[in-house]
């Protein structure tokens, strides 16, 4: 089984620029998760989707980032403009749905390691 | 609102020693527990969970924790460590609805030969 993929992994930008990454789960996941993760720290939630809706982006700051899940199946964060303090990791990650049961472990994808100049 | 702290941010220990990494909670609701393994410039993997039932929990790799109610702890230990278990590892809670999970700020784990 294919667990969640990311990409890029790395990316180098200067500050103001935008900045985009992605995210495909694990097939049959109806639920994702964008976390941020600041060196030596644990991740923290950004946003969390049921299929297309986005149900919790109370810690989302929307006057920079945005992210969207058309389908229900990959999604996309976006940072526009970044500022030198979004360097950091930016994982997804996905769990079964509500209804199958099995929504408390999340599976982790490798992350995306931002670095904002 | 949960909390989630984790005692120790750096554990050395040598090969083939016992090693614990402590992790206290607060939350007024009942709580799922778990532990997550992060190895260098990967994602995050589980090692074991805490739903309900027994208190004490195993988990892959040879680790186990044990969950304690009054003392809002939830220990992972492993009886003999080895190399390869040198990484970051997060205790994280959440409601027993699995919405939201919090995380502690993790500890690093680095076994000496």
């Known amino acids: 089984e294919a667990g969640v993929v990311q990409s890029p992994r790395y990316k180098i930008i200067e500050k103001k620029q935008p900045v985009a990454f992605w995210c495909n789960p694990i097939s049959g996941h109806n639920t994702l998760y964008w976390y941020l993760q600041n060196l030596g720290q644990g991740p923290e939630l950004l946003i969390r989707?049921?299929?297309?809706?986005?149900?919790?982006d109370s810690q989302l700051p929307k006057d920079r980032f945005s992210a969207e899940r058309l389908k229900g199946v990959d999604s996309t964060l976006k940072i526009q403009p970044a500022e030198l303090g979004d360097s950091a990791v930016y994982l997804c990650a996905s769990s079964p749905s509500v209804l199958a049961g099995g929504q408390d472990t999340q599976y982790f994808g490798p992350g995306t390691r931002l670095t904002v100049l | 609102a949960q909390s989630v702290t984790q005692l120790d941010s750096q554990v050395p220990v040598f090969e083939e020693a016992p090693v614990e990494l402590r992790c206290n909670y607060s939350s007024s609701v009942s709580v799922y527990l778990f532990w997550y393994v992060q190895y260098p410039n990967q994602g995050l993997q589980l090692l074991l969970k805490y739903l309900s039932g027994s208190t004490l929990v195993k988990g892959i790799n040879g680790f186990e924790a044990e969950f304690n109610k009054s003392q809002t702890s939830f220990h992972l230990r492993k009886p003999s460590v080895h190399i390869s278990d040198t990484a970051e590892y997060f205790c994280?809670?959440?409601?027993?609805?699995?919405?939201?999970?919090?995380f502690g700020a993790g500890t690093r784990l680095f076994v000496k030969a």
């Open positions: 989707y049921e299929n297309e809706e986005a149900v919790d």
């Open positions: 994280a809670v959440s409601d027993t609805g699995g919405f939201k999970t919090i």
